[in-house]
Nanobody
């Protein structure tokens, strides 16, 4: 019924930029937040950024502050992650998620997940 699909990943040189997009297949009137997580090989999935859907408040993990920007388009039910000044340590599969509840800071807050898109940053 409801699907979340990410796109925009790829290979980029260190210092370069990418913009990821996340589209929800069906309209959700109760959506609370959307977020980006990432998972590097052999590592646990970690929080990257989140945005409150109605108010637009944003939250970031410390390692990406000042480099990444999350935004949303309410009409299109789409979230974006603009990634600038990319570093090799940003290499990971990036996952988009949508929350229907009241939280946005942890994995358990999210009800719907995308399949992930690969981001690879070379030295």
């Amino acid at each position: 019924q409801v699907q979340v699909v990410e796109s925009g990943g790829g290979l980029v040189q260190a210092g370069g930029s990418l913009r990821l997009s996340c589209v929800v297949s069906r309209r959700l009137f109760s959506i609370y937040a959307m977020a980006w997580f990432r998972q590097a090989p052999g590592k646990e999935r970690e929080f990257v950024a989140a945005i409150n859907w109605s108010g637009g408040s944003t939250y970031y993990t410390d390692s990406v502050k000042g480099r990444f920007t999350i935004s949303r388009d309410n009409a299109k039910i789409t979230a974006y992650l603009q990634m600038n000044s990319l570093k090799p340590e940003d290499t990971a599969v990036y996952y988009c998620a949508a929350s229907l509840g009241n939280g946005l800071g942890s994995l358990q807050d999210y009800n719907y997940w995308g399949q992930g898109t690969q981001v690879t940053v070379s030295s």
